[in-house]
Every structure is written in structure tokens, then in C-alpha cells.
């Protein structure tokens, strides 16, 4: 084709696919071109010239064919879609593109770090106001051929579930797409890249007819996903793996499909503040994933990852976990055998993919054929062992042992010990494998025996000294003869070259045996090609097979990593029961405790306690203490060895009660927040009202310093009324931080509330940290004594602590040296709960407000008092207020209400 069609050729291509980087084989080399160049120079550095054609110059930048890849991988992680255009050869010679695979962030293959890659439709029923479901999930891996369905019941759930997967690529649905609310939360709450996908993908019958063929119909009866958005997202998701490309979708052989409520329900900004995977500076070190992570392997660490992220209510699993870590915690001769049988594996998972996709080479089959040894090895170390008697026996008997080891053997007789990268020159297989090849590999080793053994045979026939046989590129091979003997040679020989010190010659004979050689090359390039597409397909066969063995080892290394932690830091097996108690004995921090001498701390919540005879159950715990106590330590370390104990993990404390909980939710105080530049007072109240819709009183909830991010009187009240609504209404368990020292006194009237504090010794001139959680409330305020120390003129601390003595006991307080006119002496002013300010006693009617009486019940009733009285009620109230319950005899009292009754009538 002529050069200048080439650009008009990319720029025809380009317009027809909806990709942002169109990249176009032209030979050796992969060309961008025009708007594309520039693109490519700027994000990855690529040289460009130019290019003319038509009159016209084009910028072009080109990679060489084999070096594309990384290109690739870094276009997409910078969020672009690439359209990659391979060239072939027409039957009349000419040579032209189609593009064969369009590049995203969830369908690149060619990754190497062991983090899933997730790529999720989301599809919202927005027209289904009748309640149920209103969220379909799907979520596959193109690099393992996973494949996850679920539903979820709102807005929150979906994104909470979405963020649990943490994809790469989102394809929203077509409803989804028209909400702006729904796409905004979306792009907020992910860093995936969004890509909008034809909507017709996302059609019912379109998706329903896509997943029988992938999956069968009984696949789709028997996993009973019957919901439509479920079935509209995974069919979506099909078609997109389809249409980009990749060609793994033969991969794809198990549909799994879980309820939302066998997982533990973890909102994004849970996930963040407990830091399972990411810190919130946004580091890897430092999580509680990099901390117990001990894995061997990637498939491993992924496991492992997938666990910490999605932790588990169902006990009978997490049983079995347990189990299968108590096992190998306490066999430790037996777990570094079994660690150091897994070293070494390959992604199993992985390979499967690439073998359905046609992208495996040799040296990937011969990954497969070691990893595949591993399973027996790893059973063996099992069976033997203390360790036969645990659950693991069961995983490493999943799989298909005959299966496994027919793969393993036909790799075993068919792949050489270091087959090349390439799998179109040879060199791929063993002798004895099959005989055809082995005929052209016998004739093949005859020609060159003959070749390499001509310069002897040469030198003793025609007594020639200074003679070799070689190949290059131009000349072919040639028979060499130094200058002094270069006129002794036969007839037959035939001059080629004449060199400085030598002369160059071939015959008859030798060239025949060079055709010969080309044409066994060439034979045994095309034999062993095709003996190796049949093998890949044959091993893809087998992917699901490999998937369960890959799965199996998994598991076992994240078994045995979680193990390993609990062993080398003298973690306890907690008793998981029903949702109930949590009871934790000298618990610690997961974390902290690596880098701190940390101190122990007990919890103990229990509804149903009986108490003993003090106020009953105590399931809502009020932590108090000063700043830096250790207060936001303690609750996180509670909800970590929850969490912990619902991977199937040990935990930090020396014993621990778990009942099992259906969800953790967490809230830290805008300030805190703020300060990691996160975080405003409308966040804090969006996310405190998430929670107060999704707790159930199954529920564990942490609430840090919630309310902090306002003025003082609103923090309280707000503080207050989640208080009160989370007791009463949800009755979730809770713990809940707090500087507000008012809020201590709902202990004595909310009978599952109790108070506790971090213990601190003043007792010098030092305030000391005792990092100790004690049961009762503080009883002071640090910030006078930080006052304090902080060398604050002693007169002044005096009057501070006098001041807040007051406030505290809402007694008036009397204003030092105010003028005459205003407050003079005598004069006393107190602070105004409902106001939320300062008013003379002289203006106060009724004296100081009785705080307790006038607790709002529920937040709305709160906000109902709020506006004007009208003046019947106002006096209604005024008389109730005056009645004296105890002297008013019971006749009386009822003639009141009446009365009462009346007066408001009347207005009415
Ligand atoms: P608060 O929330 O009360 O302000 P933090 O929980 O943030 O306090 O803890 C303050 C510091 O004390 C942190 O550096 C933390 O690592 C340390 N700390 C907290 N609890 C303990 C403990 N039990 N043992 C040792 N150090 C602790
Ligand atoms: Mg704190």
C-alpha cells in the first residue's frame, strides 16, 4: 500500500472506534498518528516526526511490535481506552488493519501485580419505587476469569459493595446514567475509570440471552440471580469483555452469585477510616492488610485481600477458617512446610485466563505445569502432619487430583526444560512427543551434522588448511578458505566473496543442504506452532480446573499467612456466636501494637447482660478522656478484632467473645477529618445519616468526635439526639467518643448506656497518659489543666475552672468588674442551652433550664419546638410547668387537663 494511505487509513480507523488512542501495526512497529502522536508524546515521552501525506504533514510516533505492552499499561492507568489495530495480508498480497482489541483498565491482561482488576456494571431500577431491589452488580476479572453477581437494596449499598470490589472500569447502566445524583456519588466514590458502554447491552432480554450462552440456563436457574438489574449488569459486562477483545471469556466458567448479606457490610468510608488496604494519607504501609499479610504468593495475597475487604457473617465459614488457622497456628513445623511447598507457584488463575485467550507461550504452560506439581506437594505436607485432621485437607482435595495430574503429565512429555519466548520458531517441545516433528527434527539434526562436520571432511579431502563452514544473514552458508590456500581449492567450489585474508565459496551440495535446512526450519516453526495452539487449547479446556487448583493453593496460602501472624504475635482464637456480646480481654490494636508498647484494654457489650443488679445490659459505651488519650485507639481496635474475627482470623487480645455482627460502621468528627483536608461538617452529617438509615441492632458502630465540626450547642444536640435515636430506635452496638462531658449523664437514664473513660494521672505536675479504659466518666477538664501547664497566669486558671464548675451545673455565673449599665454588681448572667448564648439573670424567667427536662426525645420532635409558640400554648405550658404533682390531688389535676384542653381547642 502506498505510505500516503497509511495516515487517511489510521484517521479512517480512528473515526469508527469510540476508544481515545487508536495505535495501528504498520510492520515492525505500532504507529500513532495525528492528534494521537501528540497524545502519546506527551503522556509517555515518545519521539515524533512527521509524517506527509496528501500535501499534508502528520505528527507520528512509533514503538517497535514486541515493545507495545508497556505502552499500553501506561495509557490505561492514565484512564485512556486504546484501540489496537493489527495488520494482515489480503489475498492479493496487500497488506491491511481491522482493529482487533480495544485497551481499557478492566480488560488489560498483560498486568503483573497480584491485585484483582475488577470491571462492574452497575444497573439501578430507578423506576422501583415499591421498595426491593433496586441495584444489580456485576464484577469480573478478565485476568482470572472471576465472574460476581449481587444485588443491592439502595444507593448506599450498591456504592458501599462497589467500593468493597474497588474496580478499575465501571460501566454504568443506562438508568444509572440518568441520574445525576447516582453518576455523581459514583464518580466521587471511585477512582475506576467510568466508561459508557451501548445501553442495548444493558437490555433485559439481550443480557438474559448473553449469560445462558456463557454460563447454560441451568447455571442461571440453579445460581437463582432471577433479578432483572442483576441479570441486566452481568449481561452487560459479558457483552463488554466480548466486544473489547480480549478473548477471555472462555475463562469465564463459574457464575457466582452472593447475597449482600453474607458479607459484612462496610461502607467506603469505613473501609478508609479503618485503613484495611490504604491509609489515609493513601500509603500501603502501615494498613491493616500490609501488617498481616505474610502470603507467599500473589494469588495468595489477593485472597487475602478479598477476605480483609469482605468479611464474612455466615459462622459455619468462618468456622471453618478458624479451624484451618488454629491448625496451622500451633503445627509451626508443619506450616513452614507447607509456606515453603507453595514459594514458587505461579498465578494459576491467571494462566487459565491467558490460555483462553490465546496469549499463553510456552514458558507460561511450563508456569502451569510447575504450579499444578505444587498441589500434590502441598497435600502430601498436609496429609502427614498434625495438620490431617483440619478442614485444610478438604481444600487441597477440591480439585480433580487425576485431572490435574493428566495436564501435568502431557505438559511434563510435551514442553523442552527452557523453551524461547516466541512460540512460532521451535524449540518449544521434547523429542518422543510427537512423531512427525520428531522425523523433521531427526532430518533437521543430519543436515546440520553434515554442515558442521563439512570443514573437516574438506581439509582432509583436498589437504586444505585454514577452512571453516559458516552462516550469515547475506551470504547464506559458505565454506571459508584462508588466501594462501584459496587457488587449491576444487572446481566445485564456486567464489561468492573475497575478503581481506580470505575467500569466500559454496557448492552444489552445501546449498542443496542449506535449502534442506530452511525448509525443516521453516517445517518445524509451523509444526511446533500448530502442536502448541492444540496444547494451549487443550490446557484451556481445562481452565476451570485450573482456576479450582489456583483457588485451592490460595486459600492455603492465606490460611497459613493469617497463621503466621497470629502465631508470631500471640494473637487468641475468638468464639464467634450469635449477634450478641462482644467481650474482648486485654485487646490491642492490631497495628499500633507493632510499632508501640501498647497497652491492653478490655471491652465488654452485652444487651442482654443481666447486670448483676446494676442497670441491665450495656451495649452502648460512652468513651470519654482527654485529647490524645487513646480514646479513637480504643474504639478502632474494637472494631478491627470484629472485623478480624469475621475474616476467620485470630485476634490481638488474649481472649475475645465475638457475636457476629452484620455490619461496622464508622463516622470520625470533621475536625480530625479536616485535618486530613477531607472532610467537611456536611460530609460528617451526610455520613452520620448514612449510618442512622443502615445500622441495624446488629450492628457495630464507632463514632469519633461526631458533631465536633460545629459550634459547640449544635455539636451537643446533634450528639444527643444520635445518641437517643441509636439507643432507643436501632439499638446497635456503639461506642462513641466524645469531648461533650454533657453527654455522660445519659448514662443514668438510657439503661444500656454506659460510661467509661481513659484513665489518666495527674497526680504530679504531668498530666500522664495511662492509656487504661476505666468504667464511669471523666471527671474533669483537661483542656484547664493543658491551660495550665502551658504556664497560663494561675489566677486565670482558677477563675476557668470556677466558670466551667458552673456551666457544668448550669448555676449562674457572676461577671467580674462588668460596668454598671450592663451587668453590674450583683448582676449575674447564665449560659442559655436553647440559645446556645449568654442572658442575664435578670431576663431569665424560671431560672436556669433544667437540662434533663427538656432532653428532646427524637431529633424532629426537637426540631417541632423549635419555631413560635402561640401565646394559648405558651400559657398552657407556663400552668403545667407550676403544677405541683405531688400536692394536687388526682381530681383536680384532671379538671386541669381540661381546662387545658380547652384553651387549646379555642384556639384551634
Ligand atoms: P484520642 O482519640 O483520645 O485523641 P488517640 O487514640 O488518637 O487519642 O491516641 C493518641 C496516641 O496514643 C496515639 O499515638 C496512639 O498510638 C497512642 N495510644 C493510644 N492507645 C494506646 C494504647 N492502648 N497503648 C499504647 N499507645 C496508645
Ligand atoms: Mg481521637
Redesign the pocket.
Given at each position: 500500500m502506498a505510505s500516503q494511505g497509511i495516515v487517511e487509513e489510521f484517521l479512517s480507523l480512528k473515526s469508527d472506534t469510540d476508544a481515545d488512542v487508536l495505535t495501528m501495526q504498520c510492520g515492525d512497529f505500532y504507529e500513532f498518528f495525528a492528534e494521537d502522536a501528540e497524545l502519546v508524546a506527551e503522556e509517555l515521552d515518545l519521539k515524533v516526526s512527521q509524517k506527509s501525506s496528501h500535501g499534508s504533514s502528520y505528527p507520528m510516533a512509533g514503538v517497535p511490535v514486541d515493545d507495545l505492552t508497556p505502552y499500553l499499561k501506561a495509557l490505561v492507568e492514565r484512564g485512556y481506552r486504546i484501540a489496537v489495530a493489527n495488520q494482515f495480508e489480503g489475498a492479493d498480497g496487500d497488506h491491511y488493519r481491522e482493529v482487533t482489541r480495544v485497551v481499557t483498565p478492566g480488560t488489560l491482561l498483560e498486568t503483573d501485580d497480584a491485585e484483582a482488576r475488577y470491571i462492574a456494571a452497575v444497573v439501578g431500577d430507578v423506576d422501583n419505587s415499591g421498595g426491593g431491589v433496586d441495584f444489580g452488580l456485576a464484577f469480573a476479572d478478565a485476568t482470572t476469569g472471576q465472574f460476581l453477581v449481587t444485588t443491592a437494596a439502595d444507593v448506599d449499598a450498591g456504592l458501599s459493595e462497589l467500593h468493597r470490589f474497588d474496580p478499575v472500569e465501571i460501566l454504568p447502566g443506562p438508568d444509572v446514567r440518568g441520574d445525576d445524583a447516582v453518576t455523581r456519588r459514583l464518580r466521587e466514590s471511585t477512582e475506576a475509570t467510568v466508561s459508557l458502554f451501548e445501553a442495548d447491552a444493558f437490555a433485559p432480554g439481550r443480557a438474559a440471552h448473553a449469560l445462558r450462552e456463557q454460563f447454560g440456563r441451568e447455571t442461571l436457574d440453579s445460581v437463582g440471580i432471577d433479578e432483572d438489574a442483576a441479570v441486566r449488569a452481568a449481561g452487560a459486562v459479558l457483552r463488554y469483555v466480548e466486544e473489547t477483545g480480549a478473548g477471555v471469556l472462555p475463562s469465564m466458567t463459574r457464575l457466582q452469585s452472593f447475597e449482600s448479606s453474607v458479607h459484612l457490610e462496610l461502607d467506603s468510608t469505613t473501609q478508609r477510616n479503618l485503613e484495611l488496604t490504604e491509609t489515609m494519607q493513601g500509603a500501603s504501609d502501615g494498613t491493616l492488610l500490609a501488617t498481616i499479610d505474610h502470603t507467599v504468593t500473589a494469588p495468595g495475597r489477593r485472597l487475602l485481600q478479598e477476605w480483609v475487604t469482605r468479611p464474612r457473617c455466615d459462622r459455619a465459614e468462618l468456622t471453618r477458617r478458624l479451624d484451618c488457622v488454629d491448625a496451622l497456628a500451633s503445627a509451626a513445623l508443619a506450616r513452614e512446610r507447607v509456606r515453603e511447598a507453595l514459594e514458587g507457584g505461579y498465578d494459576l488463575e491467571r494462566l487459565a485466563a491467558r490460555t483462553t485467550s490465546g496469549s499463553a507461550d510456552a514458558r507460561d504452560l511450563l508456569a502451569v505445569r510447575e504450579t499444578l506439581e505444587i498441589l500434590p506437594a502441598v497435600a502430601e505436607s498436609i496429609d502427614g502432619s498434625p495438620l490431617s485432621d483440619s478442614p485444610l485437607t478438604g481444600i487441597a482435595e477440591r480439585p480433580d487430583r487425576a485431572a490435574v495430574r493428566a495436564i501435568r503429565e502431557e505438559l511434563d512429555t510435551a514442553l523442552a526444560d527452557d523453551p524461547p519466548k516466541t512460540v512460532r520458531q521451535g524449540g518449544l517441545f521434547r523429542r518422543g512427543y510427537d512423531d512427525e516433528l520428531d522425523d523433521v527434527l531427526t532430518r533437521y539434526a543430519e543436515a546440520k551434522e553434515w554442515i558442521d562436520t563439512l570443514a573437516d571432511r574438506e581439509k582432509r579431502r583436498h589437504g586444505l588448511s585454514h577452512v571453516t563452514v559458516d552462516r550469515n544473514k547475506t551470504d547464506g552458508h559458505y565454506i571459508q578458505v584462508g588466501k594462501s590456500v584459496a587457488d587449491q581449492v576444487p572446481d566445485r567450489y564456486t567464489e561468492i566473496k573475497t575478503l581481506k585474508n580470505s575467500k569466500r565459496f559454496v557448492t552444489d551440495e552445501l546449498e542443496e543442504r542449506e535449502r534442506e535446512i530452511l525448509r525443516l526450519e521453516e517445517a518445524r516453526g509451523d509444526l511446533e506452532y500448530d502442536l502448541f495452539c492444540d496444547l494451549r487449547d487443550r490446557v484451556a479446556d481445562h481452565a476451570e480446573l485450573l482456576q479450582d487448583v489456583g483457588r485451592a493453593l490460595a486459600e492455603i496460602d492465606a490460611l497459613a499467612s493469617l497463621a503466621t501472624h497470629a502465631a508470631g504475635n500471640d494473637w487468641a482464637r475468638p468464639e464467634l456466636t450469635a449477634p450478641g456480646p462482644l467481650d474482648i480481654e486485654a485487646g490491642r490494636?492490631p497495628v499500633?501494637e507493632q510499632t508501640?508498647?501498647?497497652?491492653?484494654?478490655d471491652l465488654r457489650m452485652d444487651a442482654d447482660a443481666d447486670g448483676a443488679g446494676e442497670s441491665g445490659g450495656r451495649d452502648f459505651l460512652l468513651v470519654t478522656?482527654?485529647?490524645?488519650?487513646?480514646?479513637?485507639?480504643?474504639m478502632r481496635q474494637v472494631a478491627l478484632i470484629t472485623l478480624l474475627a469475621q475474616v476467620g482470623s485470630f485476634v490481638p487480645a488474649r481472649s475475645a467473645t465475638i457475636g457476629v455482627v452484620d455490619g461496622i460502621y464508622t463516622r470520625v468528627g470533621a475536625l480530625d477529618e479536616l485535618a486530613q483536608g477531607r472532610s467537611t461538617f456536611m460530609i460528617e452529617m451526610q455520613e452520620l445519616s448514612n449510618i442512622l438509615h443502615s445500622a441495624s441492632a446488629d450492628s457495630l458502630v464507632v463514632l469519633?468526635e461526631v458533631g465536633r465540626g460545629t459550634a459547640t450547642y449544635d455539636g451537643i444536640s446533634i450528639a444527643w439526639a444520635a445518641t437517643e435515636y441509636l439507643h432507643n430506635e436501632i439499638r446497635a452496638k456503639t461506642l462513641f467518643?466524645t469531648h461533650y462531658h454533657e453527654l455522660t449523664s445519659l448514662a443514668d437514664h438510657l439503661d444500656r448506656i454506659a460510661n467509661v473513660h481513659?484513665a489518666v494521672d495527674d497526680a504530679g505536675d504531668d498530666v500522664t497518659?495511662l492509656?487504661t479504659i476505666e468504667e464511669g466518666p471523666t471527671d474533669r477538664s483537661y483542656g484547664v489543666h493543658v491551660a495550665e501547664l502551658a504556664g497560663v497566669p494561675d489566677p486565670v486558671v482558677s477563675r476557668a475552672d470556677e466558670v466551667l464548675e458552673r456551666l457544668r451545673g448550669d448555676e449562674a455565673i457572676d461577671v467580674r468588674g462588668g460596668s454598671e449599665s450592663a451587668a453590674g454588681d450583683g448582676h449575674q448572667v447564665v449560659f442559655d442551652l436553647d440559645s446556645g448564648g449568654f442572658r442575664t439573670e435578670a431576663s431569665a424567667d424560671g431560672g436556669a433550664t433544667d437540662r434533663e427536662g427538656s432532653r428532646p426525645s427524637t431529633p424532629s420532635a426537637d426540631d417541632r419546638d423549635e419555631p413560635q409558640i402561640d401565646p394559648a400554648a405558651e400559657s398552657v405550658l407556663d400552668d403545667l410547668r407550676s403544677v405541683d404533682v405531688d400536692e394536687t390531688p388526682p381530681v383536680e389535676l384532671l379538671g386541669k387537663v381540661l381546662d387545658w384542653q380547652e384553651e387549646l381547642d379555642g384556639d384551634g
Open positions: 490494636h499500633v508501640t508498647e501498647f497497652v491492653p484494654n478522656g482527654p485529647n490524645m488519650s487513646g480514646k479513637s485507639t480504643y469519633d467518643a481513659v497518659f492509656r
